[in-house]
């Protein structure tokens, strides 16, 4: 799976407050295959709560590099993008979580990209928005957008690793392993129905109505393959035989 | 906004072993605007911590409804989808979160849905997805593909979020409040700055190499608009005034 082009995507927290929200950002991160976590001036860190939080991603915690400034955390960064729950006055570029995460991969072909978070307060100052290139909104529900900062990241990796997936062109609904019967199978299946139907006098063929098309209609929409179809027939059998008997 | 549609959507969770986590949830789903909880034998509700983790949702834990069983808590629902991790064996209909969100919106349309989320340990087990209609998969990093049980919850409540927006047409990315100046007004400007390096002997008229060039694909990257061409032509008329005196 290419995708490598993820290890150039760095997470940045800003004055993050619960260290358990920094371990629970970790945990998100390495769901979603990012694995550089930078902190700047995180109220506590390490802490136990940020290890338990983190579950089977503590080595993000391990490796996560902690900055003074915010300037100091993205010095080496191309692209630097501040999520923010507010509109702004000032009209910066802006993208949903969708087109960010599509705008993060484009750009990470060629330089290294920082996704920035503030603190769980009061997220990005306006003195943090300067240094970022644009801006990042999650839709969310206006009565109450707050997302918990790490559930903020994990809908932003998500977004970034679905728009990985895209341009390496890798399909993530696994085609079911469902072969549909063929046509004439479920044909025959069809008549076999109609004709136990009629033979334990369910079905009228002087008065069919419309049986046999809703039936039809409910079995087009399951699709039924070879295996299933064998499973009908034989309980068509089993009737057909116990109506045999009892004649 | 016509999202009326959410409301026919429920979030199930099944023995849930954290009461963090039921809060937690509760924050996410408000956040995407769900707002009906079933639980399905939790082992502690209500709980404070339940409380504490919902902040601001607290409303979607006091409405929750609390179940015996699964068969019970989805009796009322006309699509059951199941969130699994693991691939099954059995080959049952399946989709990615985007897929589901949007089948998700496409059923509600006619039904009330049920979004199934197994226990922390173990997820859902064969019977409950007996009593599913399909699963659902977040796309994950194969190495470490356990989300948490809220944070699961977040990204397929933000895909039904989207996948509603997207039926009632609505433009996630706000378009920037930023109107690019007219051609003619960046031709001027562009002029001005010709004339101005040329009056500072930055650019020698005879032998222009490509800066205007490189000067140009800069600026119209950025698109300036009418504000900031002003701004721009200001420091231009500043240079201008300070060179005349300096003569």
């Known amino acids: 799976l290419a995708l490598e082009i993820l290890s150039n995507i760095r997470v940045v927290l800003i004055h993050t407050t619960h260290p358990g929200n920094i371990g629970a950002a970790a945990r998100a991160m390495k769901t979603m295959g990012l ?7 995180p109220k506590y860190f390490p802490h136990d709560e940020a290890t338990a939080r983190a579950a089977g991603a503590t080595v993000i915690l391990g490796n996560a590099q902690v900055y003074a400034t915010f300037a100091d955390a993205v010095a080496d960064c191309g692209l630097v993008l501040g999520v923010s729950a507010r509109s702004r006055t000032i009209a910066w ?3 949903d979580a969708r087109g960010a995460g599509r705008h993060i991969i484009s750009a990470a072909q060629n330089a290294q990209v ?3 978070f503030g603190s769980e307060r009061v997220g990005l100052s306006n003195e943090d928005i300067d240094h970022c290139h644009g801006l990042v909104q999650i839709p969310a529900n206006p009565e109450y957008a707050s997302l918990n900062l790490a559930a903020a990241v994990q809908v932003l990796a998500y977004e970034i690793r679905m728009a990985a997936l895209e341009v390496a062109g890798v399909e993530t609904t696994a085609p079911p392993e469902h072969v549909p019967a ?41 699709l039924p393959d070879t295996m299933e179809l064998n499973i009908l027939r034989g309980m068509l059998a089993a009737v057909d035989a116990k109506n045999a008997k009892s004649r």
Chains 1, 2 share one sequence.
């Open 93 to 95: 570029p802006q993208w």
């Open 114 to 116: 920082a996704l920035v």
């Open 182 to 222: 063929d046509a004439q199978d479920i044909e025959r299946f069809y008549e076999h129905l109609r004709q136990t139907l009629v033979d334990v006098e369910f079905l009228d063929p002087e008065n069919p109505r419309q049986l046999m098309r809703r039936v039809r209609r409910l079995f087009n929409r399951a």
């Open 35 to 41: 694995l550089q976590l930078r902190l700047v001036t």
